[in-house]
Each structure stands twice: as structure tokens, then as C-alpha cells.
């Protein structure tokens, strides 16, 4: 069977593939053009796409016969597919969840130190030759430990931040989740999302797409306390950017940290200008072994289709 790979992967997952396929490697680390994207409906019988490659529902209307049957998604989240597009053309989607959760709950807690202790703040100034030494009231920030904990989405990686969070920090966790969850994990609250919201640190956790989409609007911004921090890990489109930059520009919350952006790769200016604001560059599962162990997840899928068994995991 004929595979696209969309993106380049690590070797290993590259060597497990071609064991078993006929395999086209892209080169380019852009996502799909539109072009691209309608090709390889027709000219590919597997595809293993990644973030932004948007698979959406204009792009199955324009193939109405693909060749393709199955989207292996390479990552747990898949926002940038139109599932029920996809299964209307025929085609069945997959992704990689579980290998991605530790890794995504370090990268949150990396923000939320990072920002409370002005981490990224602290190096800048260093770097630019402008430390003047120690002394007893320098850059101040947030003592973590012991603080209430507000998690928006308690599923794998929000209960994974939870158990560093408490057990590490001593942390009270709150958490809002749209179904009841009968075992947070740890010791834990499931509150409404204006109690949530206005814990003293707040990380977003949620999956992304059409249901989730701007979930952190401004309404939702003004729970939040004054000294508060807000973290998201999550998508970018969760939260409403704007808002957001708003909130901080008025000094209605204390800072930030981000890993993900609403129009990624493109960061507004207004978060790059702010010292109070931690910007990464979606480093959620930048480790090898957890983008090896995702694509093995995503090979694995597209060998069980192949061999006509169940989709290990099936979206």
C-alpha cells in the first residue's frame, strides 16, 4: 500500500514504515499546501499527517472519489481534521494519544515555573549585560508551593499536571471538566468554571476543535485573580488571543506562559513585547523517545488497517 508521510520523522518511525509500505516522505517540515492536501487523497491508499495539515471538509468535497482510507495522525490532537468529512469520504482517522501525556504535563509545568519565577524575564536581562547582582527585593515573583491549582480539562494530561502539581507543590487542585470525573488521580475539586478560572494558577488542558474553540474568552479571563498566572498547553484556538493580550495589557492578570498560539506560527507582537509573558515554540512533545513512541503509534495503526483489524486508536 502506498504511504504519505506528510512531515519527517524520527528514523526509526521512518525504517518502521518502510518495512511495511511504499513510502513517499515529504522533506519540507511545512504543513500540506492546498494543492498537496487534495493530492494525496488521490495518489495515496495511507497518510500519516501532523499539525496543520488540515484535512477540512472543502478539501474531501474537491476529491469526491480518494484513493485514501485512512489518516494516521501523527499527535493526540486532530483539530486540523474534519473527522466526520473524513469518515463521510470514507476515510477513518486515528491519532497517538497516551505517548504524549507525560511530556505535555513537563512542558506545563515548565511555564508555570517559568513564569512565576520570571525565569524567561531573568535570563533576557542577564544576557544583555544588564544584571547588576543579587540583592534581597530582585525580580520577585510567585512562590508556587502551596497554591490553588485551576486545570480546564481533566483528562490524560490534565490529571498527569495535577499529580506534579499536588505531590510535587503541595498544590490545592481545582479542576472543571464537562463530564463528571469519578477519579482525578489525586486529591481534587471539580468545580464550576468561574471557580476554576479564578484559581491562583490556571492551566488549560483541554483537546481542541470546533466544540472547544475559544473556551477561554474574555468572559471567561475576567474570573481570573489579579496576581493570577495563565498556562495553556492545550491549542492555540482554545483560547481567544486577544482577550487574552487584553487581560495582560491591563494588568488584570499577573503573566503567562504559552506553548501554543491561535494562528501558530504567528505570535502576535503584543505577546512577544510583554516581559511578564513566557513564550515557547509548541515544544509539548519535543523529546525523541515521545515523538518515536507517536510515530510507532501511528505506524501501528496503519498496520492494523492494512491487515483489516481494528484501529488500535480509532478517533
Not at 493530492?39 to 499539525?51: E, K, R
Request: aromatic share 4%.
Amino acid at each position: 500500500m502506498k504511504l504519505l508521510i506528510t512531515r519527517p520523522l524520527p528514523e526509526a518511525v521512518m525504517q518502521a514504515a518502510r518495512s511495511r509500505f511504499d513510502v513517499t516522505a515529504r522533506e519540507s517540515t511545512l504543513p500540506l499546501s492546498a494543492a498537496e492536501l487534495r493530492a494525496s487523497l488521490s495518489g495515496f491508499d495511507l497518510i500519516l499527517p501532523t499539525l496543520g495539515d488540515r484535512y477540512q471538509a472543502d478539501v474531501f468535497a474537491d476529491v469526491p472519489a480518494p484513493r485514501a482510507r485512512l489518516l494516521a495522525n501523527f499527535g493526540v490532537g486532530y483539530n486540523h481534521i474534519d473527522v466526520a468529512a473524513a469518515r463521510a469520504a470514507g476515510l477513518a482517522v486515528s491519532n497517538t494519544p497516551g505517548a504524549v501525556t507525560d511530556a505535555t504535563a513537563d512542558i506545563a509545568l515548565t511555564l508555570i515555573l517559568m513564569t512565576a519565577r520570571r525565569a524567561g524575564e531573568g535570563e533576557r536581562l542577564l544576557r544583555a549585560g544588564r544584571w547588576e547582582g543579587w540583592h534581597p527585593t530582585q525580580m520577585l515573583g510567585m512562590h508556587v508551593s502551596g497554591k490553588r491549582l485551576g486545570i480546564i480539562g481533566m483528562g490524560r494530561i490534565g490529571k498527569a499536571i495535577a499529580r506534579r502539581c499536588q505531590a510535587g507543590f503541595g498544590m490545592e487542585v481545582v479542576f472543571f471538566n464537562r463530564s463528571p470525573v469519578a477519579d482525578p488521580g489525586v486529591p481534587a475539586r471539580q468545580v464550576p468554571m468561574a471557580e476554576a478560572m479564578a484559581a491562583d494558577i490556571v492551566v488549560v488542558a483541554v483537546p481542541g476543535g470546533p466544540a472547544t474553540h475559544h473556551l477561554i474568552n474574555a468572559a471567561a479571563i475576567s474570573h481570573m485573580q489579579p496576581h493570577a498566572l495563565f498556562v495553556n498547553i492545550s491549542r492555540g484556538d482554545v483560547v481567544d488571543e486577544a482577550a487574552l493580550i487584553e487581560a495582560l495589557t491591563a494588568g488584570r492578570i499577573a503573566g503567562a506562559g504559552l506553548d501554543v498560539y491561535e494562528f501558530e506560527p504567528q505570535v502576535p507582537a503584543a505577546l512577544t513585547a510583554m516581559e511578564n509573558v513566557t513564550l515557547l515554540p509548541h515544544l509539548g512533545t519535543a523529546a525523541l523517545e515521545v515523538r518515536q513512541n507517536m510515530g510507532m503509534m501511528a505506524v501501528d495503526n496503519l498496520i492494523a488497517f492494512a491487515e483489516g483489524r481494528p484501529l488500535p486508536n480509532a478517533v
